[in-house]
């Protein structure tokens, strides 16, 4: 009997709600005859989000790369930043992109957040802020980071963009730091396509982000300063306002998968991320940690050749970027170079997570 070619299996899968109840939204859009320039589905997507997730100021804006670069214009001012090497591309870019200089500070080899214990050493005359990634989901060691800003009177960006969904200590994770950032894009976990948004509790500070994000526009007539285009589109808004329903049950079927792989995987030979304690957290990612990078490439090599197509991010780690001055990091270079995503969306069945955990286990 000749075997249908089993379809492939990638990282991740974007989640599509039912069609009919985008076209709901999108036709919304048509009765308003309104696309841009903060709608009504704009503002009910980001009341949606503040009620689901958290009580702070939110701005939705076009993406999740460009609240950062304006958080780092806010706060930055030309200075150092403290930051993590252990992030997508976009933390570290954020800060070169505004003048401001990124200082590394090395991971936690477990949490693989920022090493807080190794923050106070790094902070210069020069240090303006600390922006640290929530890394697939797991906080910061949020309160210890309080703390060291509130002493050297630096402020706090997250990079939340992993974390929609996440709480710590039944807060939003949202709530934490200066200012925290958040992707909506069509690969994380709850998304418009493209899509992003900045929260934060201090209002004046809320007033400036928004000016900021929104050309510096004090009216049509005036400036309150410099600003960019950051502003979300009703068609992105319709997109989260389809898949906002959703998300209890995409969070709750990627848990079936962490539990799958937590039963079935044999983690003599692996280890896999810890999640800081106090974490409701949203199972965005699957990091495996191998023993060294060669295990870690003959495995990949075996699920490629079966259709199995699992990351390695984060790689490289981001000391190594070619527009910034490299210092030596080696939890993170360790990390980065051993560490592999695996597929995890909502509708993998038990079949392909078994070819997927046995393919990991037989190869060890
Ligand atoms: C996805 C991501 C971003 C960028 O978000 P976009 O919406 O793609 O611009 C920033 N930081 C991290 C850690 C990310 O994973």
């Given at each position: 009997m000749i075997e249908?070619?089993?379809?492939?299996?990638?990282?991740?899968?974007?989640?599509f709600p039912p069609i009919e109840e985008y076209q709901e939204?999108?036709?919304?859009?048509?009765?308003?005859?309104?696309?841009?320039?903060?709608?009504?589905?704009?503002?009910?997507?980001?009341?949606?989000?503040?009620?689901?997730s958290t009580g702070v100021n939110i701005i939705a804006m076009t993406n999740g790369t460009l609240p950062i670069q304006i958080a780092v214009k806010v706060f930055g001012n030309g200075g150092e930043i403290i930051t993590t090497p252990f992030s997508y591309v976009a933390t570290t870019s954020s800060i070169v992109w505004e003048n401001c200089t990124p200082?590394?500070?090395d991971i936690h080899p477990e949490y693989l957040t920022i090493d807080e214990t190794k923050i106070e050493a790094a902070i210069t005359p020069k240090t303006t802020a600390i922006l640290?990634?929530?890394?697939?989901?797991?906080?910061?060691?949020?309160?210890?980071?309080?703390?060291i800003a509130t002493k050297h009177h630096l402020k706090v960006i997250y990079d939340a963009a992993h974390c929609f969904g996440v709480k710590y200590k039944n807060n939003s994770i949202f709530d934490y730091g200066d200012v925290s950032t958040c992707s909506?894009?069509?690969?994380?976990?709850?998304?418009?396509g493209e899509g992003g948004a900045i929260f934060c509790k201090d209002n004046e500070l809320f007033n400036k982000l928004?000016?900021?994000?929104?050309?510096?526009h004090n009216g049509p007539l005036s400036f309150h300063g410099?600003?960019?285009?950051?502003?979300?589109?009703?068609?992105?808004?319709?997109m989260g306002l389809a898949v906002l329903?959703?998300?209890?049950?995409?969070?709750?079927?990627?848990?079936?998968?962490v539990d799958y792989y937590n039963h079935n995987l044999n983690f003599n030979k692996l280890s896999k991320l810890k999640i800081r304690k106090g974490t409701d957290w949203n199972f965005s990612y699957y990091p495996l940690i191998f023993n060294n990078e060669e295990k870690l490439l003959k495995v990949e090599k075996v699920l490629n050749d079966s259709n199995i197509e699992p990351r390695r991010y984060f790689y490289p780690s981001l000391n190594n970027l070619p527009y910034v001055q490299y210092q030596d990091m080696p939890v993170a270079e360790k990390i980065s170079k051993t560490v592999l995503c695996l597929p995890l969306y909502v509708g993998l069945d038990e079949n392909q997570l078994s070819k997927i955990t046995n393919a990991i286990n037989e190869t060890l």
């Open positions: 249908k070619q089993a379809s492939k299996i990638t990282v991740t899968k974007t989640f939204q999108i036709k919304r859009i048509w009765i308003n005859q309104w696309l841009t320039n903060r709608g009504d589905l704009v503002k009910e997507l980001e009341d949606k989000i503040l009620t689901y200082v590394f500070v640290a990634t929530h890394v697939y989901g797991n906080p910061c060691h949020v309160d210890a980071i309080e703390k909506f894009h069509a690969t994380k976990i709850f998304h418009c928004f000016y900021h994000h929104n050309f510096g410099i600003g960019i285009n950051a502003k979300m589109s009703e068609l992105q808004a319709a329903p959703h998300i209890e049950f995409i969070i709750s079927e990627r848990k079936k998968v």
